[in-house]
């Protein structure tokens, strides 16, 4: 069992920058991959990126691609979404989730967060 919580998220203006920090209960965080999503108002949940077990492979979504990229550090059973350039479009609430396997499929996750709410003014 691993509960993940996100922290981090918040107002900021377009151009700005964010660190999401997803920090993971229980000592089997390296077992898992992670992965990010999102969610805006209306729309549905969307991929944004995920690394596998060690870090040493990642997959950035086309859409933030050259902008937002992830990170984990098992020591501290944490996981990382460094988001800079950021777009009023990047506005959404965004989940952090383990499995185990990387994926873009959200349901082939087993564990979320509750989410973490990103704002992005113009």
């Known amino acids: 069992q691993v509960q993940l919580v996100e922290s981090g998220g918040g107002l900021v203006q377009a151009g700005g920058s964010l660190r999401l920090s997803c920090a993971a209960s229980?000592?089997?965080?390296?077992?898992?991959?992670m992965g990010w999503f999102r969610q805006a108002p209306g729309k549905e949940r969307e991929f944004v990126a995920h690394i596998d077990w060690t870090g040493s492979s990642i997959y950035i979504a086309v859409s933030v691609k050259g902008r937002f990229t992830i990170a984990r550090d098992n020591a501290k059973n944490t996981a990382y979404l460094q988001m800079n350039s950021l777009k009023p479009e990047d506005t959404a609430v965004y989940y952090c989730?383990?499995?185990?396997?990387?994926?873009?499929?959200?349901?082939?996750?087993?564990?979320w967060g509750q989410g973490t709410q990103v704002s992005v003014s113009s």
């Open positions: 989730a383990a499995g185990a396997s990387p994926t873009t499929v959200g349901d082939e996750y087993d564990y």
């Open positions: 229980g000592r089997t965080f390296s077992s898992y991959a």
